[in-house]
C-alpha cells in the first residue's frame, strides 16, 4: 500500500487532500511537523507528502513554501480543498453542555460567527484540527467539543452538532503533492511552479516578469519569501500557467538569463477550477 505523509493526525483536511490527489487505498504517515513530513519523504518513509501551500482566507503556508525549495523534492500534483468545519461531539452531547471548544488557531479564527452567536463557549487552541477530534474522542481532553472535518468526526466516532460553522463559503485551501522524482507529463495542461531571485537593482524584476510574459505564459501566483542567513534578499516563488509545457519552459530558460537564481519546483496537471 502507498505510504503518504501528512502533518497532523488521520482526518485532517490533508488527508482528505490525499484522497482526492492519490485515492482512498494508502497509508497515511503521520507527521508532528512540516519538517518531519519532507524527511519522510527524503527518507523514503513516505512515497509521497500532501502539504497545503495557501488558503484563500489565511493566505500562505510560509514554512511549506521555504521547504518546497529543498533539493530533491518535486512538486508532482496539486488538488484544492472546500474546508468545511463542523462541531464534533462526543455521542449524546447538546450545544448547550459544550463550554470549551478545541481546533488549531487557523480554524478558530475562520469561526467567528459561531462565537459570536455562542459567546458562553471558549476557544481553546489545539495542534490540529483532527487531532483535537481524536483527543475529544480518546478522553484525553480537557474541552468539551471540538472544530475540524467530517472526515475527522467520521473517523473518530463523534457526532457532529453544526456543520459549515466557516464564515466565508469560498473557503479553500490548496494542497501540494510532492514526491522525490518528477514525473511524466502530457504537453497541455500543467503547471509550472518556480522559485527565483533576482539582483537588487532598478528594472530587475521587470526584466523578470517581462521575460516570462513574452513566452505567453500567464503568471497565476507570485510571492517573495526571505532568505534565511541573507537579511534583506529574497526569493520570489511563482506559477506559471501555458497552453504549452513548452511555452512554460522556455519561459523559465529566458528567466534564466536575467534572474540570479531559477529553480524549478515541480511541474504537474493543474487541477480544473471549480473542482
Same mark, same amino acid.
Given at each position: 500500500?502507498?505510504?503518504?505523509?501528512?502533518?497532523?493526525?488521520?482526518?485532517?483536511?490533508?488527508?482528505?487532500?490525499?484522497?482526492?490527489?492519490?485515492?482512498?487505498?494508502?497509508?497515511?504517515?503521520?507527521?508532528?511537523?512540516?519538517?518531519?513530513?519532507?524527511?519522510?519523504?527524503?527518507?523514503?518513509?513516505?512515497?509521497?507528502?500532501?502539504?497545503?501551500?495557501?488558503?484563500?482566507?489565511?493566505?500562505?503556508?510560509?514554512?511549506?513554501?521555504?521547504?518546497?525549495?529543498?533539493?530533491?523534492?518535486?512538486?508532482?500534483?496539486?488538488?484544492?480543498?472546500?474546508?468545511?468545519?463542523?462541531?464534533?461531539?462526543?455521542?449524546?452531547?447538546?450545544?448547550?453542555?459544550?463550554?470549551?471548544?478545541?481546533?488549531?488557531?487557523?480554524?478558530?479564527?475562520?469561526?467567528?460567527?459561531?462565537?459570536?452567536?455562542?459567546?458562553?463557549?471558549?476557544?481553546?487552541?489545539?495542534?490540529?484540527?483532527?487531532?483535537?477530534?481524536?483527543?475529544?474522542?480518546?478522553?484525553?481532553?480537557?474541552?468539551?467539543? *471540538?472544530?475540524?472535518?467530517? /472526515?475527522? !468526526?467520521?473517523?473518530?466516532?463523534?457526532? $457532529? +452538532?453544526? %456543520?459549515? =460553522? &466557516?464564515?466565508? #463559503?469560498?473557503?479553500?485551501?490548496?494542497?501540494?503533492?510532492?514526491?522525490?522524482?518528477?514525473?511524466?507529463?502530457?504537453?497541455?495542461?500543467?503547471?509550472?511552479?518556480?522559485?527565483?531571485?533576482?539582483?537588487?537593482?532598478?528594472?530587475?524584476?521587470?526584466?523578470?516578469?517581462?521575460?516570462?510574459?513574452?513566452?505567453?505564459?500567464?503568471?497565476?501566483?507570485?510571492?517573495?519569501?526571505?532568505?534565511?542567513?541573507?537579511?534583506?534578499?529574497?526569493?520570489?516563488?511563482?506559477?506559471?500557467?501555458?497552453?504549452?509545457?513548452?511555452?512554460?519552459? *522556455?519561459?523559465?530558460?529566458? /528567466?534564466? !538569463?536575467?534572474?540570479?537564481?531559477?529553480? $524549478? +519546483?515541480? %511541474?504537474? =496537471? &493543474?487541477?480544473? #477550477?471549480?473542482?
Amino acid at each position: 500500500m502507498t505510504r503518504v505523509a501528512i502533518q497532523g493526525a488521520s482526518g485532517a483536511f490533508s488527508h482528505a487532500a490525499v484522497i482526492k490527489a492519490l485515492g482512498s487505498d494508502v497509508e497515511i504517515v503521520e507527521c508532528r511537523t512540516s519538517e518531519a513530513l519532507f524527511n519522510a519523504v527524503l527518507d523514503g518513509v513516505a512515497l509521497y507528502g500532501v502539504v497545503p501551500i495557501e488558503n484563500t482566507l489565511a493566505g500562505s503556508v510560509q514554512r511549506n513554501m521555504d521547504l518546497l525549495f529543498l533539493p530533491e523534492i518535486h512538486i508532482i500534483a496539486e488538488a484544492r480543498i472546500r474546508i468545511r468545519l463542523c462541531l464534533a461531539v462526543q455521542p449524546g452531547r447538546s450545544i448547550k453542555e459544550i463550554q470549551r471548544v478545541a481546533s488549531h488557531p487557523v480554524a478558530l479564527q475562520q469561526c467567528h460567527g459561531f462565537f459570536s452567536r455562542n459567546p458562553q463557549i471558549e476557544a481553546i487552541t489545539a495542534f490540529d484540527t483532527a487531532g483535537s477530534v481524536r483527543d475529544l474522542m480518546a478522553g484525553d481532553a480537557d474541552y468539551d467539543a *471540538a472544530i475540524g472535518s467530517e /472526515l475527522a !468526526a467520521s473517523l473518530y466516532g463523534a457526532d $457532529v +452538532l453544526e %456543520q459549515n =460553522l &466557516e464564515d466565508h #463559503e469560498q473557503n479553500f485551501t490548496r494542497f501540494l503533492t510532492i514526491a522525490r522524482d518528477p514525473i511524466d507529463l502530457p504537453e497541455e495542461g500543467v503547471k509550472t511552479s518556480i522559485a527565483f531571485t533576482i539582483q537588487h537593482r532598478p528594472g530587475a524584476l521587470h526584466e523578470a516578469l517581462l521575460a516570462i510574459a513574452g513566452h505567453n505564459v500567464d503568471l497565476t501566483r507570485i510571492e517573495s519569501r526571505p532568505i534565511a542567513g541573507r537579511p534583506w534578499e529574497y526569493r520570489l516563488y511563482a506559477d506559471l500557467r501555458a497552453h504549452s509545457i513548452i511555452n512554460q519552459s *522556455a519561459a523559465v530558460d529566458a /528567466l534564466e !538569463a536575467v534572474a540570479t537564481e531559477v529553480r $524549478v +519546483l515541480g %511541474q504537474y =496537471l &493543474e487541477e480544473p #477550477e471549480g473542482t
